[in-house]
T-cell receptor
Framework: GQNIDQPTEMTATEGAIVQINCTYQ??????LFWYQQHAGEAPTFLSY????GLEEKGRFSSFLSRSKGYSYLLLKELQMKDSASYLC???????????FGSGTRLSIRP | DAEITQSPRHKITETGRQVTLACHQT?????MFWYRQDLGHGLRLIHY???????NKGEVSDGYSVSRSNTEDLPLTLESAASSQTSVYFC????????????FGPGTRLTVT
């Protein structure tokens, strides 16, 4: 199967930087998504990486290494509103569908 | 503005009852998806559709069915509700056939007693 692993919980301090890692089996996935989900709400799209390297979008950046089956989401200048779950998801090109990891719950402390 | 809606937002039903959850999108997207979300499991794909009259099984399809009679709607039916189907259900849609951003509905919290 296509397993996706990410830490269950992380804590960081307001104003700091945090990196959320995601590892996956290298076969099958054509790209990696990151979604943000606040408690009690629907997931919302953050980024999609199909090529190796870093994609920057404001305070958020996402990195992908396809050969290593590794991705990370980097959040800078953390704000209290960044407290949420962050979902890593692989795009299975052969079936045109997305497989989600269990998510990382990020808590920001003042 | 285009949107994706789900109804009801909350539902309590009894074991053995048939339940249908509605999903309606005005994005005119071809692709629609149903997920369930449980603690410790993340989002798991139940069924998905790439267009009218097309339906496909996801990783946790047992006990669920969908039908796609038009572009806007993909109702999810629980044939005979079980307590194991207590969950939060999300509908999503996307355009195109490749890797596209999925837009999620607000979710339906279903409790089976």
């Amino acid at each position: 199967g296509q397993n996706i692993d990410q830490p269950t919980e992380m804590t960081a301090t307001e104003g700091a930087i945090v990196q959320i890692n995601c590892t996956y089996q290298t076969s099958g996935f054509n790209g990696l998504f990151w979604y943000q989900q606040h408690a009690g709400e629907a997931p919302t799209f953050l980024s999609y990486n199909v090529l190796d390297g870093l994609e920057e979008k404001g305070r958020f950046s996402s990195f992908l290494s396809r050969s290593k089956g590794y991705s990370y989401l980097l959040l800078k200048e953390l704000q209290m509103k960044d407290s949420a779950s962050y979902l890593c998801a692989g795009f299975l090109g052969s079936a045109s569908k997305i497989i989600f990891g269990s998510g990382t719950r990020l808590s920001i402390r003042p | 503005d285009a949107e994706i809606t789900q109804s009801p937002r909350h539902k309590i039903t009894e074991t053995g009852r048939q339940v249908t959850l509605a999903c309606h999108q005005t994005w005119n997207h071809n692709n629609m998806f149903w997920y369930r979300q449980d603690l410790g499991h993340g989002l798991r794909l139940i069924h998905y559709s790439y267009g009218v009259q097309d339906t496909n099984k996801g990783e946790v399809s047992d006990g669920y069915s969908v039908s796609r009679s038009n572009t806007e709607d993909l109702p999810l039916t629980l044939e005979s509700a079980a307590s194991s189907q207590t969950s939060v259900y999300f509908c999503a849609s996307s355009e195109g056939t490749g890797a596209s951003e999925q837009y999620f509905g607000p979710g339906t919290r279903l409790t089976v007693t």
